[in-house]
């Protein structure tokens, strides 16, 4: 079955950065965009970044444009996130999801919390 | 990459049925037929309802319907039961390979 386990998470401090990882099994990763989305605690759901099948092209929000990196190893089953330049409000569970056929989100993992803190 | 508009909470008894809504712009739930939703449990991850505004996947109880008017797309639960009870979130693709989600709604099972 479809598995996705995010891993990375933990303190960090402001300004500092955090790779988080997303391995997934159960299903060809590399024909699948990925994406990451994140929830602040006790807060709502915050699309962040998407990465097309073959890792050729990649998406951000706003509010991480210029400070994150979205990335996949296709051999190894597994998506990233390079998160730079870490703020107070980067704090969240961030989760990796499949995207199905068209435009939604089929499987999510079980998420990974950064909290940023000094 | 505005949040579409939930209500923060709706609430029904046994049995009855409730509509959350969710209302964007005509740049995201207006201009694609793309809206999705996912139910969240406290601790756990969010899980997919309805995709295309009205489709469920496979395994997803047919008391789970979706439609859209214009800016405004909505999720209707009929014969509430105990276990709808959780959080509920749409989302639409919002064009340029972005995605925008809607605040939440609180489901509570009276």
């Known amino acids: 079955q479809v598995q996705l386990v995010e891993s990375g998470g933990g303190v960090v401090q402001p300004g500092r950065s955090l790779r988080l990882s997303c391995a997934a099994s159960?299903?060809?990763?590399?024909?699948?965009?990925m994406h990451w989305v994140r929830q602040a605690p006790g807060k709502g759901l915050e699309w962040v970044a998407v990465?097309?099948?073959?890792?050729?092209?990649?998406y951000y929000a706003d509010s991480v444009k210029g400070r994150f990196a979205i990335s996949r190893e296709n051999s190894r089953n597994t998506l990233y996130l390079q998160m730079n330049s870490l703020r107070a409000e980067d704090t969240a569970f961030y989760y990796c999801?499949?995207?199905?056929?068209?435009?939604?989100?089929?499987?999510w993992g079980q998420g990974t919390l950064v909290t940023v803190s000094s | 990459q505005s949040a579409l508009t939930q209500p923060a909470s709706v609430s029904g008894s046994p049995g009855q049925s409730i509509t959350i809504s969710c209302t964007g712009t005509?740049?995201?739930?207006?201009?694609?037929?793309?809206v999705s939703w996912y139910q969240q449990h406290p601790g756990r991850a969010p899980k997919l309802m309805i995709y295309?505004?009205?489709k469920r996947p496979s395994g997803v109880s047919n008391r789970f319907s979706g439609s859209k008017s214009g800016n405004t797309a909505s999720l209707t639960i009929s014969g509430l039961q105990a276990e709808d009870e959780a959080d509920y979130y749409c989302?639409?693709?919002?064009?340029?390979?972005?995605?925008?989600f809607g605040g939440g709604t609180k489901l509570t099972v009276l």
């Open positions: 999801a499949r995207e199905g056929e068209v435009q939604y989100f089929d499987y």
């Open positions: 159960g299903f060809s990763f590399s024909a699948y965009a």
């Open positions: 990465m097309s099948h073959d890792g050729r092209n990649k």
């Open positions: 005509s740049s995201d739930v207006g201009s694609y037929n793309l």
């Open positions: 295309e505004g009205s």
């Open positions: 989302c639409s693709y919002a064009g340029s390979n972005t995605w925008v």
